[in-house]
Nanobody
């Protein structure tokens, strides 16, 4: 199983970035996926999740209305479009695969039970 993120960078507040996560080694369209971020000195914070079929999504409150998660099951790729970025969005962002044992409705209560994740891509938002 491999997950490789890209698309991070340095952006001014109010700017946009689009993160990508290319996956391999598993049947991507069968799995719910999640984006998680970790700022320096802080624990991981889940950002957004998307159901295997790509129709249903979850967002943490701090990014609602600004971030959009999507997936292309034909390309085995997960995306995170981030608009209106704020300095507090600065973090290492990584994508992760949630296990089949975590049902979609449980994800907001069990967002950190992922079993595979990538190395992350750094997002830095300057004020």
């Amino acid at each position: 199983v491999q997950l490789v993120e890209s698309g991070g960078g340095l952006v001014q507040a109010g700017g946009s970035l689009r993160l990508s996560c290319v996956t391999s080694g598993f049947t991507f369209y069968n799995y719910n996926m999640i984006w998680v971020r970790q700022a320096p000195g802080k624990g991981p914070e889940w950002v957004s999740a998307i159901k295997a079929g790509g129709i249903s999504t979850y967002y943490t409150d701090s990014v609602k209305g600004r971030f959009t998660i999507s997936r292309d099951n034909a390309k085995n790729t997960l995306y995170l479009q981030m608009n209106s970025l704020k300095p507090e969005d600065t973090a290492l962002y990584y994508c992760a695969r949630l296990p089949l044992s975590v049902h979609w409705s449980d994800i907001p209560l069990r967002p950190y039970e992922y079993n595979y994740w990538g190395q992350g891509t750094q997002v830095t938002v300057s004020s």
